[in-house]
């Protein structure tokens, strides 16, 4: 019942964009808190934003603060993660994250890779 599709994912120059979506079915993503993660080879998964459902409040990773975005468009039952600035340091498996009726959901996971 519940998924999460995630895609985007890509290589992009240091300094470049991307966008990353999160398309949620079996639940109303704008009732529930969304977080992205991400991992990188031989590296713990790291929380890098969350956005609740009351007020939109958001917060964000140290790492990526200002340059990265979280968004929610509630007609499309989608969540965004707008990437700005890139750094090879991104470099990862960026995975989408809700949690419903006491279980964790997970996406796939999209491959984001920062190299000149």
């Known amino acids: 019942q519940v998924q999460l599709v995630e895609s985007g994912g890509g290589l992009v120059q240091p300094g470049g964009s991307l966008r990353l979506s999160c398309a949620a079915s079996g639940f109303i993503v704008s009732n529930r808190a969304m977080s992205w993660y991400r991992q990188a080879p031989g590296k713990e998964r790291e929380l890098v934003a969350t956005?609740?459902?009351?007020?939109?409040?958001?917060d964000y990773a140290d790492s990526v603060k200002g340059r990265f975005t979280i968004s929610r468009d509630n007609a499309k039952n989608t969540v965004y993660l707008q990437m700005n600035s890139l750094k090879p340091e991104d470099t990862a498996v960026y995975y989408c994250k809700v949690t419903v009726l006491f279980k964790i959901y997970w996406g796939q996971g999209t491959q984001v890779t920062v190299s000149s």
């Open positions: 956005i609740t459902p009351v007020g939109n409040s958001i």
